[in-house]
């Protein structure tokens, strides 16, 4: 999720459980510690490309972990004297962690994938129930957050955290219900999937990119769900799921460090060849076009003698997003999508 919604959430949760006891020092720590998971971006390594991605939303998003960073961050307020008291200090951590917590979770229920577990288990967890910018879920937790600390009581906060939260659950009936429009439109085309994937586009739990792999094919369509109306499917695109056998023989040579490996776990396995350009290993949940498939990041295999292995591509950046666009996918304007039979 985006640092503010995070800030916004942590800093919500620590008024509404401990702003009668902290005051709005509460709403600061959780804020700060529901900020804090994300400085994992900084973590680099020259010589692996695929370190930092490897790392982000790693061990600091993991459960296990968010007593320790919650304790870094309430042991800053230890530089004021006021805050060295016993009785204090404590519920000043626990604020910290329970914010930390929120921001775990949350980024558990986008879709990138979060490491909640680690070091347990390397499992990504990603449940696809709100996309990673939802202005709504946001809106509402600065709403009720400006409101409460204003009026110095918890209820305002209380009250959007609920919303939120109901927000979250409409988000996994959308996803359910998108899920079972994909499998009708799979039956329709004679496809058994071996797994499926849908996930929220950007700002909104009503259009969902939707994946899954049938006979060694990833087939990826864009299927509408309204609030109060049936499932429309725009019909898209399938690509020949890359698997280690079938890289070509000098990208297997090259591949000393399990870099394919490493790229397809961090994908969940969705990956393809770009089909613009075959030596980019892409990762096809995630594409700058509706029209075709043109992954936002990949890697390369480089020429024997590079200093890595592999190049990461990532145009992140080059995204240029069609609002009139998405705002006719949104309100079911676009006649592209055709309902189901």
Known sequence: MDPITHTLLGASLAHVVFGRRLGRAAALAGGLAAFAPDADVFLHDAADPLFAIAHHRGFTHSLAFAPVGAAVVAALFLLRPVWRDRGRWPALWAAATLAWLSHALLDAATTYGTQLLWPFSP????????????????????????????????????????????????G????????????????????????????????????????????????????????????????????PLLRAAGLTPAEAARDRRRSFARFAWFSDDWVARSPADPALVADMRYTLSTEAFDPIWGIRFTAEGANTEVEWLNRARDRRIDLSGTWREITGADERFRPLP
């Open 123 to 170: 499992t990504r967890a990603g449940w696809d129930l709100i996309a990673i910018v939802d202005p709504v879920f946001t809106l509402a937790l600065l709403i009720g957050l400006v409101v409460a600390i204003v009026r110095n009581t918890a209820r305002p906060a209380a009250v959007a955290l609920a919303f939120g939260a109901a927000y979250l659950v409409l």
């Open 172 to 239: 996994g009936v959308q996803h359910a219900r998108a899920v079972g429009a994909q499998r009708e439109l799979a039956a329709r085309r004679g496809h058994a999937p071996v797994r499926v994937e849908v996930m929220p586009t950007l700002a909104n739990n009503l259009v969902w990119r939707a994946l899954y792999e049938h006979d060694g094919r990833i087939f990826s369509d864009r299927i509408r769900v309204g609030w109060f109306s049936g499932a429309t499917v725009r019909e898209g695109w399938s690509l």
